[in-house]
């Protein structure tokens, strides 16, 4: 969600990163932006909407708020301003969770953060209707290019030109050339999507590989030898360019083709016998050795790079909410290629963990207040499996009087059946299907 370097550093990570690393994307589309500058929600400062970022940290340092989730937020600007005037008319603390960070310390020692999050229903409901505001005016600007008869362009292959409606010239490039970029009644903002293609192929840019090339001749080999006829499909910036990326909220087009929609018509109660538990895919600290179970990881750990995690929190006598900060605290420093320990910066995540075993650093940290910041409460990386196998200290009281630092907050999931049935995502699209 954020991370900030509280010694004076620019650099930051305001949303959690994803294994595998490589892979990492947004989730969902970006929204379009007219360029006009968002304003704080708690003050008059303002950002250009490219500089979305800033305003996030901005935020979070001068007044210790937190957005959960702001990737999956349709129309950003839209979402501030509504949140802007609602702060005017109630206090924060009506709308966000309450963390207080070193509860158990003195009072000077102690802040406040504001958590806003979908776990209000005011914002799941504003955040809903972004999103179906969004799939409105997505689907009505595909129509408008399936209704087109002024389409004019050249194929970008040869010089044969096609006048009248897109798929003409989509379907002669996978028939002719075969190079497909799917179904013409799949993609929006074709001329766009066209636009950006030819850029890279006369910037002697590969369009899978993405690899440039010293002239036409040898791109155009090398496409064809390789069988790169096809666009990259890891490379999110061609999300916007496909409807179903706009289907649900948050959801690539990958995770919605691979549901299962019958469960929604189901009559029958939920049954949970046949629940089969996919193992816990676990990634090392320092490498990307992956664990079914944790014991595994904390072996490869200790074997492979001489870091042993039950030491240190036996040894720091780290409590639940420490653990967490620590585990987030190390995988930022070493995505950032920064070692925990000295700070130095690396040009790779290999030579920091060599200078770790040269140095010695492995299982040295700094002092604790380096890192048991409230930062770091967040999830660096947001499907983590090393977080959900910590554990409380032996001498961490499980009793009825035990408090905890960071309030949980439960998803409301009573009836999922009836919320999916219910969506206005879905309902939406019945509507435009049925008219259609």
């Known amino acids: 969600m954020h991370n900030t370097n509280l010694t004076g550093e620019q650099d930051c990570i305001l949303e959690p990163l994803c294994f595998p690393e490589q892979l990492c994307g947004s989730a969902c589309p970006a929204a379009s932006s007219d360029g006009h500058p968002v304003t704080c929600v708690l003050c008059s400062d303002s950002f250009p909407s490219p500089e979305k970022d800033q305003l996030l940290k901005h935020m979070v340092l001068d007044h210790k708020l937190v957005i959960a989730d702001v990737k999956l937020i349709a129309d950003f600007p839209r979402y501030m301003l509504y949140w802007k005037k609602r702060f005017t008319e109630q206090p924060i603390t009506d709308f966000c969770s309450v963390i207080k960070t070193n509860s158990e310390g003195p009072e000077e020692q102690q802040e406040l953060y504001f958590l806003l999050c979908d776990a209000l229903p005011e914002d799941r409901i504003l955040r809903e209707q972004l999103q179906q505001r969004r799939l409105e005016e997505v689907l009505e600007q595909q129509q408008k290019e399936r209704d087109d ?67 036409k001749t040898t791109l155009k080999d090398h496409m064809r030898k390789k069988q790169h006829r096809r666009i990259n499909a890891r490379n999110n910036d061609y999300d916007r360019f496909y409807i179903i990326n706009y289907l649900e909220l948050g959801k690539t087009w990958e995770e919605v083709q691979s549901e299962d929609d019958r469960e929604m018509f189901e009559d029958e109660d939920d049954d949970w016998s046949d629940w089969q538990a996919h193992p816990v ?48 605290y190390i995988r930022r420093e070493l995505h950032q290629c920064r070692c925990y320990c000295c700070q130095e910066r690396f040009e790779s995540k290999e030579e920091l963990v060599q200078h770790l075993v040269n140095k010695g650093h492995v299982m040295q940290l700094p002092e604790v207040s380096h890192w048991d910041q409230p ?53 939406l699209l019945k509507d435009r299907s049925g008219s259609s």
């Open 149 to 215: 008869a002024t389409f004019h362009r050249t194929c970008m292959f040869c010089s044969e030109e096609f006048t009248g409606n897109r798929s003409s010239l989509l379907n002669h490039m996978a028939k002719e050339h075969s190079f497909s970029i799917g179904l013409p009644d799949n993609i929006v903002y074709c001329t766009e999507f066209l636009h950006t293609l030819e850029l890279k192929l006369e910037n002697m840019q590969c369009l899978y590989c993405e690899k440039t090339f010293r002239d």
């Open 281 to 328: 895919c676990a990634v090392c600290l320092f490498c990307e050795q992956q664990a079914e179970t944790m014991e595994k990881m904390y072996t490869h750990m200790e074997e492979t790079h001489e870091f042993d995690l039950h030491k240190l929190k036996t040894d720091l006598n780290l409590k639940f909410y420490q653990q967490v900060k620590l585990v987030n």
């Open 375 to 427: 930062q770091y409460y967040f999830p660096t990386y947001e499907n983590d499996a090393l977080l959900t196998a910590l554990s409380d200290s032996e001498s961490e009281s499980e009793g009825p009087n035990h408090t905890s630092e960071v309030p949980v907050i439960a998803e409301d999931i009573s009836n999922l059946k009836v919320l999916k049935q219910n969506s206005v995502l879905g309902k």
